[in-house]
């Protein structure tokens, strides 16, 4: 039988008394032999990386929401629009009432611009110099943003729209019937009527603060595909295809233009005051 000496019975205690009060047992409590030194504490662990904020002027140029001409910074590959103008030129029939409630809906997030960006827009006449900041939203916030307040599902309802099947991936996705004829899809959920342009904008799905960068509903086309099933894929690609080519393009791409036409600044200032979600 093994013989416990009075030294391993002393480490125990000492381990038993210390170990309820420290995570790494007796620690300076044990004896260490004579003529070894401790061994050295861990490095202290490194601080987290933490990235600077985002601070990209972009390149300002003009595109075209709804008709109308809106001032933006290309950043990444997408467009940041500036939000009084689109409030005042776009969305002049709502009130920020609603305006606010279908940002919360939808989750929408307006960020303010740089200093950089405020400064751009102050020295080409955009916003008036007095503007103490600007909020800025994405193409695709504004696609969506638009899409509810501005679009919604026609009256009619058949039972049946005779055509061939799609669907899209955008905002959570939808699928439809094309009828490429009367220039209609209709939604296989709730079986309303939109134009192509504005099926890919509709969805019943949950998705939220996904950013599609270079998304332009005026090029729907890009967006609205065949779906699987249907057995004469390439027949219905090429009616897709002439019907998106008979349409006018409805968007230009992003171009640096003369500064338009300011704002009245009784209008700017009183919406660079207001309380957006998430401004």
């Not at 008709?67 to 920020?96: K, W, Y």
Request: proline share 10%; aromatic share 4%.
């Amino acid at each position: 039988m093994d013989v416990v000496t009075p030294h391993i019975t002393s480490v125990l205690k000492t381990y038993q008394a210390s170990a309820p009060r420290s995570l790494q047992g007796p620690g300076s409590g044990r004896a260490e032999p004579s003529g070894e030194a401790p061994p050295p504490p861990p490095p202290p662990a490194a601080p987290p990386i933490l990235l600077a904020a985002d601070t990209v002027l972009g390149e300002r140029g003009e595109t075209l929401l709804e008709g109308e001409p809106i001032s933006c910074f290309s950043v990444g590959g997408e467009r940041r629009l500036c939000l009084p103008q689109i409030l005042t030129s776009v969305l002049t029939d709502f009130t920020l009432e609603q305006i606010n409630r279908v940002c919360d809906d939808l989750q929408i997030y307006c960020s303010r611009c740089t200093p950089e960006q405020l400064h751009e827009l102050k020295s080409t006449g955009v916003l008036p110099k007095s503007a103490p900041s600007c909020g800025l939203i994405t193409q695709t916030d504004a696609e969506r943003l638009c899409a509810a307040l501005l679009h919604g599902p026609t009256a009619l309802r058949p039972h049946k729209l005779s055509g061939f099947r799609v669907y899209h991936e955008c905002f959570g996705g939808g699928r439809g019937v094309c009828a490429p004829d009367q220039n209609l899809v209709q939604c296989l959920e709730c079986r309303m009527l939109y134009t192509p342009r504005r099926f890919i904008c509709h969805s019943h799905g949950t998705e939220h603060r996904t950013c599609h960068w270079g998304f332009d509903s005026s090029r729907w086309r890009r967006f609205l595909l065949v779906a699987e099933e249907e057995q004469d894929k390439e027949k219905c690609k090429a009616l897709l295809d002439d019907l998106a080519e008979r349409e006018t393009p409805a968007l230009a791409p992003v171009v640096i233009k003369q500064p338009s036409q300011p704002l009245k600044r009784k209008q700017v200032l009183m919406l660079l005051d207001m309380q957006l979600p998430n401004l």
